[in-house]
């Protein structure tokens, strides 16, 4: 540790520029997508950021045409909460924390802490890319503004949103350090995970349970009363010439968020958080053992030794286990609120159990399905050396990934009972059956994602996403999701449960042959570059963990 706290200003230059060479030669090999991989991975982000700019050019035309002056400082005021809000939760809601600095590898480099977590902060603007299209919208807009000043207050609208980014930055790397200080702590981090939850919820979770009221919540976060909140004085710093004091408290929030992140990083950087290998023998584990032997009583070797061992090694995989609770409780996030406030019927209310199992499922995908090979690593290259034939590996993966689905689905039920006055059992059975149905699809183009884009995923590393195949889920899950639709559709129109079950079993034999042919096609991928996709996920990440 000596070479990170001790590396002069004069060396800091070239060990930063050697850690981007490394990162660049990490990510310079392609994978077995090609050129064709690249593309429909760049279809994703074009639309995504697409979306977010036309949203950021009419948040632009409201902000020119906005009036009177008190409006457009409340409503700034108000913007900036959510995009705060959004800028430090999202990665947390997505269980994917963004790209990061490996503290273990970067040992070797003779960089000085402030240099390290600099390169950090600057690493947090890629989690906060669409806030600051908003901002950029926003700030425009003002300035075409009378009421809000026009050209003449540009200098002091840009340095409030300055400001505020910077806050933001250094914000999101002590919020991600916490986090992952947290979540390498044995027993903690579905704890934690639950907590998050509950804190998402809880305001609606008080109104909904008429413990609070809606004009008391309202009082509380009224931004229009002088508070000393960041969002406030940044706002009264752009729309007030003589908003002295409240420069003063922005700077002030600044640099406390700054202090708090660059404390929570040099502790990161300064402990080993990797967890022990080792850990007491339980009566917890005993019965988990006994649970991942089950397969071996339903199916024939080898797919029960598949099975067997992807249950044992997703059960003890953090990432996994971090992944499955979130489907869970973040499924209770959507429940809890509107089972347990006013009456109502709308589709949301009668289908949440349907709606909860397949963000479940989803969810699953990114640590599962959607990259079956991704915490194999290295032993990937067991697969060329078993004669084991690819088709039996991918329905194995796919077995075990299913019962995973399964538990979730169960545990999606129990806490519907649990929280619903008046429970419609029949939309539980729904559930298991539409979400089986929607799983077909989905574990189709996880085939193909695997062999297309192989990626690998460090067990330990809490904050590590789905890669660069997560855009493609997002961009194909509707056009999975559209068969089932169909069916929903259809028994809405015709006001017929009969037409509703024929659409459902048409949905899943179409979703059978859908999986049959992916299959097919895996297979034959698989077959003809299983060097290329060991090679791939036998190699190792650069200084720069991908999120």
Same mark, same amino acid.
């Given at each position: 540790?000596?070479?990170?706290?001790?590396?002069?200003?004069?060396?800091?230059?070239?060990?930063?520029?050697?850690?981007?060479?490394?990162?660049?030669?990490?990510?310079?090999?392609?994978?077995?997508?090609?050129?064709?991989?690249?593309?429909?991975?760049?279809?994703?982000?074009?639309?995504?950021?697409?979306? @977010?700019?036309?949203?950021?050019?009419?948040?632009?035309?409201?902000?020119?045409?906005?009036?009177?002056?008190?409006?457009?400082?409340?409503?700034?005021?108000?913007?900036?909460?959510?995009?705060?809000?959004?800028?430090?939760?999202? *990665?947390?809601?997505?269980?994917?924390?963004?790209?990061?600095?490996?503290?273990?590898?970067?040992?070797?480099?003779?960089?000085?802490?402030?240099?390290?977590?600099?390169?950090?902060?600057?690493?947090?603007?890629?989690?906060?890319?669409?806030?600051?299209?908003?901002?950029?919208?926003?700030?425009?807009?003002?300035?075409?503004?009378?009421?809000?000043?026009?050209?003449?207050?540009?200098?002091?609208?840009?340095?409030?949103?300055?400001?505020?980014?910077?806050?933001?930055?250094?914000?999101?790397?002590?919020?991600?350090?916490?986090?992952?200080?947290?979540?390498?702590?044995?027993?903690?981090? /579905?704890?934690?995970?639950?907590?998050?939850?509950?804190?998402?919820?809880?305001?609606?979770?008080?109104?909904?349970?008429?413990?609070?009221?809606?004009?008391?919540?309202?009082?509380?976060?009224?931004?229009?009363?002088?508070?000393?909140?960041? @969002?406030?004085?940044?706002?009264?710093?752009?729309?007030?010439?003589?908003?002295?004091?409240?420069?003063?408290?922005?700077?002030?929030?600044?640099?406390? !968020?700054?202090?708090?992140?660059?404390?929570?990083?040099?502790?990161?950087?300064?402990?080993?958080?990797?967890?022990?290998?080792?850990?007491?023998?339980?009566?917890?584990?005993?019965?988990?053992?006994?649970?991942?032997?089950?397969?071996?009583?339903?199916?024939?070797?080898? /797919?029960?030794?598949?099975?067997?061992?992807?249950?044992?090694?997703?059960?003890?995989?953090?990432?996994?286990?971090?992944?499955?609770?979130?489907?869970?409780?973040?499924?209770?996030?959507?429940?809890?609120?509107?089972?347990?406030?006013? /009456?109502?019927?709308?589709?949301?209310?009668?289908?949440?159990?349907?709606?909860?199992?397949?963000?479940?499922?989803?969810?699953?995908?990114?640590?599962?399905?959607?990259? !079956?090979?991704?915490?194999?690593?290295?032993?990937? #290259?067991? @697969?060329?050396?078993?004669?084991?034939?690819?088709?039996?590996?991918?329905?194995?993966?796919?077995?075990?990934?299913?019962?995973?689905?399964?538990?979730?689905?169960?545990?999606?039920?129990?806490?519907?009972?649990?929280?619903?006055?008046?429970?419609?059992?029949?939309?539980?059975? /729904?559930?298991?059956?539409?979400?089986?149905?929607?799983?077909?699809?989905?574990?189709?183009?996880?085939?193909?994602?695997?062999?297309?884009?192989?990626?690998?995923?460090?067990?330990?590393?809490?904050?590590?996403? *789905?890669?660069?195949? #997560?855009?493609?889920?997002?961009?194909?899950?509707?056009?999975?999701?559209?068969?089932?639709?169909?069916?929903?559709?259809?028994?809405?129109?015709?006001?017929?449960?009969?037409?509703? !079950?024929?659409?459902?079993?048409?949905?899943?034999?179409?979703?059978?042959?859908?999986?049959?042919?992916?299959?097919?096609?895996?297979?034959?991928?698989?077959?003809?570059?299983?060097?290329?996709?060991?090679?791939?996920?036998?190699?190792?990440?650069?200084?720069?963990?991908?999120?």
């Amino acid at each position: 540790m000596t070479g990170l706290g001790d590396g002069g200003s004069g060396g800091g230059g070239s060990g930063i520029a050697a850690i981007l060479r490394a990162q660049w030669f990490s990510l310079r090999r392609g994978t077995p997508g090609g050129l064709s991989g690249t593309l429909l991975t760049l279809i994703p982000a074009v639309l995504w950021y697409g979306f @977010w700019s036309a949203l950021a050019f009419a948040v632009h035309l409201i902000a020119r045409e906005l009036e009177p002056r008190e409006l457009i400082a409340k409503s700034l005021s108000s913007g900036l909460m959510l995009g705060l809000c959004y800028w430090q939760l999202s *990665p947390v809601l997505s269980a994917s924390l963004g790209a990061s600095l490996d503290l273990r590898k970067l040992r070797v480099y003779p960089i000085s802490d402030n240099r390290l977590f600099a390169l950090e902060v600057l690493l947090r603007l890629a989690s906060g890319v669409e806030v600051l299209l908003i901002l950029a919208g926003a700030g425009t807009g003002l300035a075409r503004n009378a009421a809000a000043g026009g050209l003449s207050a540009v200098p002091r609208i840009a340095v409030a949103l300055t400001i505020f980014v910077a806050l933001n930055l250094a914000l999101g790397a002590g919020v991600r350090s916490l986090i992952e200080r947290v979540l390498a702590r044995k027993r903690v981090r /579905e704890a934690a995970t639950f907590l998050i939850a509950m804190l998402a919820v809880l305001p609606q979770l008080l109104i909904a349970t008429r413990a609070v009221s809606r004009q008391t919540l309202g009082r509380f976060l009224d931004l229009s009363s002088g508070g000393w909140w960041p @969002w406030e004085v940044a706002a009264r710093v752009a729309m007030d010439d003589r908003g002295g004091p409240a420069f003063v408290a922005l700077l002030a929030w600044a640099v406390a !968020a700054y202090l708090f992140g660059r404390h929570l990083f040099l502790l990161n950087l300064r402990l080993d958080l990797q967890p022990s290998a080792t850990e007491a023998p339980s009566s917890r584990a005993g019965l988990i053992d006994r649970f991942c032997r089950l397969p071996s009583l339903l199916l024939p070797d080898p /797919e029960a030794a598949i099975v067997e061992k992807e249950l044992r090694t997703l059960s003890r995989t953090p990432r996994f286990r971090l992944v499955f609770v979130m489907g869970f409780t973040f499924g209770l996030v959507v429940w809890l609120p509107t089972s347990l406030g006013r /009456e109502g019927s709308s589709v949301m209310q009668r289908n949440l159990p349907v709606f909860v199992s397949v963000y479940a499922l989803l969810m699953l995908g990114q640590v599962s399905y959607w990259n !079956a090979f991704g915490f194999d690593r290295a032993a990937a #290259q067991g @697969w060329i050396c078993w004669p084991v034939p690819a088709r039996k590996i991918f329905m194995a993966k796919n077995f075990a990934a299913g019962v995973f689905v399964l538990l979730e689905m169960i545990a999606v039920m129990l806490v519907c009972i649990a929280a619903q006055r008046e429970i419609l059992f029949v939309k539980l059975a /729904e559930a298991f059956v539409v979400t089986p149905i929607v799983a077909l699809y989905l574990f189709s183009a996880g085939n193909l994602s695997s062999v297309h884009f192989p990626r690998a995923m460090n067990p330990e590393r809490m904050g590590q996403g *789905p890669g660069r195949s #997560q855009g493609l889920l997002l961009l194909l899950f509707p056009l999975m999701l559209f068969p089932v639709l169909l069916a929903y559709w259809g028994r809405r129109v015709f006001e017929s449960d009969a037409v509703f !079950a024929g659409l459902l079993a048409f949905a899943a034999v179409l979703g059978a042959v859908v999986y049959w042919i992916a299959m097919d096609s895996a297979v034959g991928t698989m077959d003809r570059q299983r060097e290329a996709i060991v090679s791939e996920l036998s190699r190792g990440s650069g200084p720069v963990a991908r999120g």
